[in-house]
């Protein structure tokens, strides 16, 4: 049987439901949300997360609550429930007052590992601990509380050891670093895979030997693990410049541990299902894309920055235009995230390529890819070496495009909104910007957004400790070097990168004279999900960029 959750986003509801080639059920409905069913290991429960009574959809990129009534008087507490396979009633086994943010069952089914906080949810995945949870009674046992992020933990088959990514992660969900073992017992953290110039991006043990995929510069990589006491051993089975995608890791792997299945795409082929075996062979079993044509080309650039090894991934049209292209240079955001291979179907890409523009994508220090080292790069140091790693990276592109000096622009959103917003107040090379939920003021938005806990990794210390670092990363502190147009928009409920953060640099850009144009998307988030609003931004930035670079 196959698993899974049916929301009905009208009626605040969420289904667990399971089938199979003959019929489909439902073994339990939550009033609220719910999410990552997981099979108990003798195949008699299952489990899930779910939120009953949710007031917004689980993650600070979603909506947040309108701010009016006593704020902060009751937080969402994300918990673990349990469903018998014939269904029932949720009977819920992680505290009420404990958000649980991933988990996993223990081998013997008797409970579970999790990473969880207690409070808010949205803004308490940075400090929350590695945890024990019993199935039966609900007691919590701390297992570790490192001082870096936690994601994917997993029990070893005997019930000794717990395997977790952990590393500088400045998002949830956006997951990287290096490979750490616990005794499930509890203790410290050891570090499995330190100074590898590579990321741990996901991993999954169903089996006797774990499985983890990795980011290796522009390379996906899938390996089985071979562990030590205080190390491990990567064995590659198979790497390519593509991305993979699995439920709730980048691959999944059969109960026998041979055969391991990945959704996999890249900038020229559309998402097929693949199966990778034992001697590395990958072969599609799916073929629901193969009529869609490739509608850019892509290559991979590298260079060297400050002693750095740096890559990033620059797209052009098909037909390049007679002469010197303008291009965008967009930012991803994050920090701790990495532009990777994905192919493109419609949308703002799409569009842009089709206007004629090159699009490049760096991934300066900061980013996944090239080790843990390399994510710490920029702490305390935000747009300051990773705009010059940029920089570095135009001046590559230039040798190998047909890219017009000239007619540069830059985007980004979130992190890559920052990055623009510090971008225009530090260099007059762009004749355009964009800049999506970005972050004007440091000190400002750290008492204003709703995820103040990820920044205390980055900058060393609160705004109210150290308000000196915090104020020197600050775009608007600049913002009378800025000349460049800029277009900003943003969420109105944003939790992540709230509205003021735009319409203080919008303020900033008017007051010295400088092009600009606001838009705030109503009761949007971080992510805009509403096709409507969606389509708008697309069609406003594409005519910023062409009134401006065509």
């Known amino acids: 049987m196959i698993a899974f959750i049916a929301t009905d986003a009208a009626a605040g509801t969420a289904a667990l439901m399971v089938t199979n080639a003959n019929s489909t059920r439902v073994l339990a409905t939550i009033n609220g949300v719910a999410s990552t069913p997981r099979w108990s290991p003798n195949g008699q429960q299952m489990a899930l997360l779910a939120v009953t009574g949710a007031h917004k959809a689980i993650g600070a990129v979603e909506a947040g609550q309108a701010q009016v009534g006593e704020i902060g008087s009751a937080d969402d507490e994300q918990r673990i429930g349990l469903v018998a396979i014939a269904g029932g009633e949720v009977r819920f086994v992680s505290p009420a007052d404990t958000f649980v943010y991933e988990y996993d069952w223990t081998p013997d089914g008797r409970g579970f590992v999790a990473t969880a906080a207690q409070g808010n949810g949205d803004n308490n995945w940075w400090i929350a601990k590695l945890v024990a949870i019993d199935a039966a009674g609900g007691a919590v046992r701390v297992v570790a509380a490192p001082s870096f992020q ?36 509890g203790g410290v953290p050891s570090n499995l895979t330190p100074g590898a110039p590579a990321t741990v991006t996901s991993l999954i043990w169903n089996g006797r030997t774990p499985v983890v995929t990795r980011l290796v510069g522009d390379r996906f990589e899938i390996s089985r693990v071979a562990l030590g006491a205080t190390s491990a051993t990567l064995m590659p089975i198979w790497s390519g410049a593509v991305s993979g995608q699995a439920g709730d890791a980048l691959v999944a792997v059969a109960a026998n541990g041979r055969t391991i299945g990945s959704v996999v795409s890249d900038f020229g082929h559309p998402p097929e299902i693949n199966l990778i075996n034992n001697t590395g062979a990958l072969r599609p079993i799916t073929n629901e894309n193969a ?44 920090p701790s995230s990495a532009a990777t291979p994905g192919y493109v179907w419609s949308g703002l890409t799409r569009s842009l390529i089709e206007h004629g523009y090159y699009i490049f994508r760096p991934n300066p220090r900061g980013s996944y890819g090239q080790g843990e080292a390399f994510t710490r790069a920029n702490v305390r140091d935000f747009g300051g070496g990773d705009l010059r790693d940029i920089q570095v990276g135009i001046d590559a592109v230039l040798k190998i495009a047909p890219v017009d000096p000239e007619r540069l622009g830059v985007y980004g959103h979130s992190y890559g909104g920052f990055m623009t917003m510090w971008t225009v107040t530090h260099s007059t090379r762009f004749k355009a910007a964009v800049a999506g939920a970005g972050i004007a003021n440091w000190i400002s938005y750290y008492g204003q957004n709703g995820i103040d806990q990820w920044m205390i990794p980055f900058f060393g210390a609160s705004a109210y400790d150290d308000p000196e670092v915090y104020r020197a990363d600050s775009p608007i502190s600049t913002i009378k070097a800025a000349k460049t147009p800029t277009l900003i928009y943003v969420g109105e409920r944003d939790v992540e990168c709230p509205p003021a953060q735009s319409v203080e640099f919008w303020h900033g850009l008017r007051a010295m004279g400088v092009p600009t144009s606001l838009v705030i998307y109503e009761g949007a988030g971080h992510h805009l999900r509403k096709p409507d609003q969606i389509h708008d931004r697309e069609t406003r930035i594409v005519g910023w960029f062409d009134g401006l670079l065509r």
Request: glycine share 16%; charged share 15%.
């Open 291 to 334: 009529g869609h044509a490739p509608l850019v080309s892509a290559r991979s650039v590298n260079w060297t920055s400050e002693g750095r090894a740096v890559q990033g991934w620059l797209l052009a049209p098909l037909t390049p235009p007679t002469g010197k292209a303008a291009m965008i240079v967009e930012i991803h955001g994050g």
């Open 150 to 185: 936690m994601d994917a933990p997993h029990v070893s088959p005997d019930g000794r050891r717990v395997l977790f990514i952990g590393g500088l992660m400045s998002d949830f969900g956006a997951v990287g670093g290096d490979l750490f073992s616990v005794a499930f017992t």
